[in-house]
């Protein structure tokens, strides 16, 4: 790896205005430019080659100061920092999927790095490696699902971005792709979660969680199979308290549900649901309060991670396949949302149907990750349909 490639242009321009020269440069991988005022102010040959010696030295400097902290900071080093400085304030969501990303770049690093792994030794090629890794595994690691593998590389240019902006390292290209891309739709590419699908997940329930605690769970899955909720949601349904989620008309023929996003506006926001998932919280929330509380051997299931696992290991003790492929995926909890879409879909429900259920504030999205194209499949009459 070459530590003197440099990381800046500095350029020497007149102001006029000012009547004096200025430096100007644009840090490698940033859009914003920068300038510094000189105290050169004549317009002879001789004041040019000054301020151009001026900008020369400048850019010695900043790649001087650049490269030293690139030599001294070690990959592990900085992922100490990072961990301690910046993901110790922000969820244990974002640290287990910089956990899960770094132990990838570690196989990597000591399969393409001779020596000791440092930061300059990240490059572009370095990045497509790592992707290479999460989409085919590497050393024991399996392939993690095609629709994660844009998140997970997100959050390793997260923290790379922060190396950066503490200049422990050079700013990485931004992530474009060149030409036309052929836009894939994860959704419809999965083998929707059937309703016999489901009894087979929740019959090897007692095994994984006791007999006690079944019940419980079971009725969680069948709530993420019904309702299309995002993983946590359904944990905080009840009947009457409104700052948790609760049920609305269910007894219409539009049901609706509050949902409330507690960590981005704190506000709730009102959207449908389907028929059957309404007649089942009708059921439910006559006989209980707070509803769709999975518990387990050790009590209830309450962090989302130990709840990911737990569904994974369901799907994969049930060997439900939900992604086909070499080796297939089986069925894990952010198979139910799409795969709940997929399934009213390809019997005709309309887009704005759709994305009013998943609560997307665009239709584009709905249609790309989703569904597809659903153009002429508007006459849906959602009352007389089961789930299957």
Same mark, same amino acid.
């Given at each position: 790896?070459?530590?003197?490639?440099?990381?800046?242009?500095?350029?020497?321009?007149?102001?006029?205005?000012?009547?004096?020269?200025?430096?100007?440069?644009?840090?490698?991988?940033?859009?914003?430019?920068?300038?510094?005022?000189?105290?050169?102010?004549?317009?002879?040959?001789?004041?040019?080659?000054?301020?151009?010696?001026?900008?020369?030295?400048?850019?010695?400097?900043?790649?001087?100061?650049?490269?030293?902290?690139?030599?001294?900071?070690?990959?592990?080093?900085?992922?100490?920092?990072?961990?301690?400085?910046?993901?110790?304030?922000?969820?244990?969501?974002?640290?287990?999927?910089?956990?899960?990303?770094?132990?990838?770049?570690?196989?990597?690093?000591?399969?393409?790095?001779?020596?000791?792994?440092v930061l300059s030794d990240v490059s572009p090629l370095f990045l497509a490696s790592v992707e290479t890794a999460l989409r085919r595994g590497i050393d024991g690691?399996?392939?993690?699902?095609?629709?994660?593998?844009?998140?997970?590389?997100?959050t390793l240019r997260s923290g790379l971005s922060w190396a950066a902006s503490l200049e422990l390292m050079r700013y990485m290209p931004p992530n474009r792709r060149?030409?036309?891309?052929?836009?894939?739709?994860?959704?419809?590419?999965?083998i929707p979660i059937s309703e016999e699908s489901l009894r087979k997940m929740q019959d090897v329930c007692p095994g994984l969680v006791g007999s006690r605690s079944?019940?419980?769970?079971?009725?969680?899955?069948?709530?993420?199979?019904?309702?299309?909720?995002?993983?946590?949601?359904?944990?905080? /349904?009840?009947?009457?308290?409104?700052?948790?989620?609760? *049920? &609305?008309? $269910?007894?219409?023929?539009?049901?609706?549900? #509050?949902?409330?996003?507690?960590?981005?506006?704190?506000?709730?926001?009102?959207?449908?649901?389907?028929?059957?998932?309404?007649?089942?919280?009708?059921?439910?929330?006559?006989?209980?309060?707070?509803?769709?509380?999975?518990?387990?051997?050790?009590?209830?299931?309450?962090?989302?991670?130990?709840?990911?696992?737990?569904?994974?290991?369901?799907?994969?003790?049930?060997?439900?396949?939900?992604?086909?492929?070499?080796?297939?995926?089986?069925?894990?909890?952010?198979?139910?949302?799409?795969? /709940?879409?997929?399934?009213?879909?390809?019997?005709?429900? *309309? &887009?704005? $149907?759709?994305?009013?259920?998943?609560?997307? #504030?665009?239709?584009?999205?709905?249609?790309?990750?989703?569904?597809?194209?659903?153009?002429?499949?508007?006459?849906?009459?959602?009352?007389?349909?089961?789930?299957?």
């Open positions: 790896m070459n530590h003197c490639a440099p990381t800046v242009r500095v350029s020497a321009f007149w102001k006029s205005s000012k009547g004096c020269y200025y430096l100007k440069w644009r840090p490698f991988g940033s859009r914003s430019v920068k300038t510094q005022k000189t105290e050169i102010i004549t317009r002879s040959k001789r004041s040019k080659r000054a301020a151009d010696k001026l900008a020369d030295e400048l850019q010695s400097k900043l790649n001087s100061k650049l490269n030293s902290g690139n030599e001294g900071w070690t990959w592990d080093r900085f992922c100490d920092r990072y961990l301690t400085d910046h993901l110790s304030d922000t969820s244990s969501d974002n640290r287990y999927k910089w956990s899960a990303v770094c132990k990838r770049v570690d196989a990597v690093a000591g399969r393409d790095i001779q020596g000791e792994f690691f399996k392939p993690i699902a095609v629709g994660s593998i844009p998140s997970y590389m997100a060149r030409g036309r891309q052929e836009q894939n739709l994860p959704a419809m590419r999965l079944a019940a419980s769970v079971q009725e969680y899955l069948e709530a993420l199979w019904l309702s299309g909720c995002r993983m946590r949601e359904p944990l905080g /349904m009840h009947a009457t308290r409104r700052d948790w989620h609760y *049920p &609305i008309g $269910l007894d219409t023929p539009t049901p609706m549900m #509050s949902w409330t996003s507690a960590q981005k506006n704190r506000r709730a926001q009102v959207a449908r649901i389907t028929n059957d998932f309404a007649s089942q919280l009708r059921e439910r929330a006559d006989r209980t309060e707070a509803i769709y509380q999975p518990r387990c051997e050790t009590g209830e299931v309450k962090d989302r991670t130990a709840l990911s696992k737990l569904i994974s290991a369901i799907g994969a003790k049930a060997e439900v396949i939900a992604e086909p492929g070499s080796p297939p995926k089986t069925a894990t909890a952010k198979h139910f949302r799409s795969s /709940m879409v997929t399934r009213w879909s390809l019997r005709g429900m *309309p &887009i704005q $149907l759709c994305q009013e259920i998943l609560r997307h #504030s665009s239709e584009t999205t709905t249609r790309k990750f989703y569904v597809g194209d659903l153009q002429g499949k508007i006459d849906f009459d959602e009352s007389p349909y089961k789930q299957s």
